[in-house]
Antibody, heavy 123, light 107 residues
Framework: QVQLQESGPGLLKPSQTLSLTCTVSGGSIRSDDNYWSWIRQSAGKGLEWIGRIHPSGSATYNPSLKNRVSTSVDTSNNQFSLRVSSVTAADTGVYYC???????????????WGQGTLVIVSA | DIQMTQSPSSLSASVGDRVTISCRSSQRISSYLNWYQQKPGKAPKLLMFAASSPLSGVPSRFRGSGSGTDFSLTISSLQAEDFATYYCQQSHSVPLTFGGGTKVEIK
């Protein structure tokens, strides 16, 4: 069973860069029938998809984050990471990493989730 | 972006009730629709993918249906462990988007 665990600072000041890492266990991050995604949840915006990265390194992001986001994958440590620059209070929320499975039929869904990590942006 | 609208936003029901949650997309998404259950303080958990395919281990009382723009999740006989918030999510196109959630509460 694939398990995911987020790690990173929980408190940031405005204008800083949020950096989170997700460690994957119970499966290989190299598997090409998966994307590795980041999703956040805040009271104001509900669940918001941030972006995803394929083991090949190809990444796609939500335009709502206006080029502040980047992701990377570290196959040697079975980890992937998220960076969000120039954070504001609007970036406060619970951040989840998730395994997005891709089926042969082309359906994609978030089959496994980390427990989530609370990130607060406050001066 | 494809907007996902769920209704109702909350409902009260009793154990044993039949409950139906609706989800509508702003564009046709075929069957690229997933359902998740979330309990307080926990990550969402996948229930259903491709509109009507339950993940292995999901109780048979959960049924998903729909295609195009209108979808529903039905719980045939509500159990105590089903009180939670339910979200739909489209996987037709990026950015992937979620509905606002339906909170199922105890009457």
């Amino acid at each position: 069973q694939v398990q995911l665990q987020e790690s990173g600072p929980g408190l940031l000041k405005p204008s800083q860069t949020l950096s989170l890492t997700c460690t994957v266990s119970g499966g290989s991050i190299r598997s090409d029938d998966n994307y590795w995604s980041w999703i956040r949840q805040s009271a104001g915006k509900g669940l918001e998809w941030i972006g995803r990265i394929h083991p090949s390194g190809s990444a796609t992001y939500n335009p709502s984050l206006k080029n502040r986001v980047s992701t990377s994958v570290d196959t040697s440590n079975n980890q992937f990471s998220l960076r969000v620059s120039s954070v504001t209070a609007a970036d406060t929320g619970v951040y989840y990493c998730a395994r997005e499975r891709i089926t042969v039929a082309g359906h994609e869904f978030f089959q496994n989730w980390g427990q989530g990590t609370l990130v607060i942006v406050s001066a | 972006d494809i907007q996902m609208t769920q209704s109702p936003s909350s409902l009260s029901a009793s154990v044993g009730d039949r409950v139906t949650i609706s989800c509508r997309s702003s564009q046709r998404i075929s069957s690229y629709l997933n359902w998740y259950q979330q309990k307080p303080g926990k990550a969402p958990k996948l229930l259903m993918f491709a509109a009507s395919s339950p993940l292995s281990g999901v109780p048979s009382r959960f049924r998903g249906s729909g295609s195009g723009t209108d979808f529903s999740l039905t719980i045939s006989s509500l159990q105590a462990e089903d009180f939670a918030t339910y979200y739909c999510q489209q996987s037709h196109s990026v950015p992937l988007t979620f509905g606002g959630g339906t909170k199922v509460e105890i009457k």
